[in-house]
């Protein structure tokens, strides 16, 4: 069973920092892919990141270019979201999502405020 838990939200002031934390388990695969998605209240979720496990290949929304960066540590099963700059509009949940043998996988969130 693939598992999900995500942590580091948290509330920061508009220019701050903070870094998400995905840890996965449950699968033995070599070949899928890991993104943070989030989800603002009243709108669609939309993905944020996501970072490849064949070949460390990344990719961000536009939004988010610049300031936020992806990374793995295959030791820790674990993806990271360091989030800098942080604006008042990047409040939201932020879900880690597992796509593995064409299957998504959800974590519960991690909410993330960034005060003005």
């Known amino acids: 069973e693939v598992q999900i838990v995500e942590s580091g939200g948290g509330l920061v002031h508009a220019g701050g920092s903070l870094r998400l934390a995905c840890v996965v388990s449950?699968?033995?695969?070599?070949?899928?892919?890991i993104g943070w998605f989030r989800q603002a209240p009243g709108k669609e979720r939309e993905g944020v990141s996501c970072?490849?496990?064949?070949?460390?290949?990344?990719h961000y929304a536009d939004s988010v270019k610049g300031r936020f960066s992806i990374s793995s540590d295959n030791a820790k099963n674990t993806v990271y979201l360091q989030m800098n700059s942080l604006k008042p509009e990047d409040t939201a949940v932020y879900y880690c999502?597992?796509?593995?043998?064409?299957?998504?996988?959800w974590g519960q969130g991690t909410q993330v405020t960034v005060s003005s």
């Open positions: 449950g699968f033995t695969s070599d070949n899928y892919n």
């Open positions: 970072i490849s496990s064949t070949d460390g290949s990344t």
């Open positions: 999502n597992v796509h593995l043998y064409l299957t998504d996988y």
